[in-house]
C-alpha cells in the first residue's frame, strides 16, 4: 500500500519532467556537425536565412551558421573561459552541437547579435531595419515571423541544458503565444530530429513554454 501511495504522489512529477529529459546525445563535436550535418545534409540544398526569410542555395560568405541561443552565454553559464577555452569542455560541446539552436544568419546580423539578449523594444529601438529588426544596446528584437521559433528553441536550451533564460521570461511567453508553429518550422523540426534523435517538445506542445 505505501508503495502504491508513493507511485500516484510521484507519478504528476514523473510526468512534468519528461519533456525536459531529451538532449543532443548524438554529437558531440560542433566543427564537424556544422561541416557535414548544418550544411552537408540539413541545408544541402539550400533554404532560408532565419532572420531575413531570404532564399539560397548554397553558404556563401554573407550567410553563416548562428546559434539563437547564443553560444556566449552558453560560456557564462557554464564559467569554461573564452571560445577557445570552452572547446575544451565536454558540455559545451554536446551544447554547441545541438541542431536544434543552429540556423543560417545573415553574417551582418550575427556579428551585431551574438552577445545580445531578446527583448520587446517597441520604438526604444527605433525603426526596424528591412527585416523587420531592432536592436538597442545589448538587446534584439527579432521580425514577428521567427518569434515564436526563437521562444521554442530557447525554452528547449533553458529546459535541457539548464541554462538561464537569454532574455527575460516573460518575453518568450508572449512571443509563444503570438507565433504558433507554422509548417516552416515542423518541417525543420521533423529533419532536426531525425538526424540528430532528439525532439524539441515545445515545437510539439507549445504550451508546455507557460510551465517553465
Known amino acids: 500500500m505505501k508503495a502504491l501511495v508513493y507511485f500516484l504522489i510521484a507519478l504528476p512529477i514523473l510526468t512534468l519532467s519528461t519533456f525536459v529529459t531529451g538532449q543532443n546525445t548524438r554529437f558531440s563535436d560542433p566543427e564537424t556537425v556544422i561541416k557535414d550535418e548544418f550544411w552537408g545534409n540539413l541545408y544541402a540544398d539550400g533554404g532560408t536565412s ?31 573561459g573564452t571560445s577557445q577555452q570552452c572547446k575544451q569542455n565536454d558540455r559545451y560541446r554536446q551544447i554547441a552541437s545541438d541542431l536544434h539552436n543552429i540556423v543560417p544568419v545573415s553574417s551582418r546580423i550575427e556579428m551585431s547579435r551574438r ?7 517597441g520604438s526604444t529601438g527605433g525603426e526596424p531595419d ?9 538587446f534584439f528584437e527579432p521580425p514577428g515571423i521567427v518569434k515564436g521559433d526563437i521562444a521554442r528553441t530557447v525554452a528547449y536550451m533553458v529546459s535541457t541544458y539548464n541554462l538561464p533564460w537569454a532574455g527575460a521570461n516573460r518575453v518568450f511567453v508572449g512571443w509563444n503565444q503570438m507565433d504558433p508553429p507554422d509548417d516552416s518550422e515542423l518541417t525543420r523540426h521533423r529533419q532536426v530530429a531525425e538526424i540528430q534523435g532528439n525532439e524539441n517538445p515545445f515545437v510539439l506542445d507549445p504550451s508546455l513554454v507557460n510551465q517553465l
Open 50 to 80: 532565419f532572420f531575413c526569410q531570404e532564399p539560397f542555395t548554397s553558404k556563401g560568405f554573407l550567410l553563416t551558421d548562428g546559434y539563437i541561443y547564443p553560444l556566449a552565454q552558453v560560456r557564462r553559464a557554464l564559467d569554461c
Open 130 to 138: 528591412d527585416c523587420g529588426i531592432r536592436e538597442s544596446a545589448q
Open 115 to 121: 552577445n545580445a539578449l531578446y527583448e520587446n523594444l
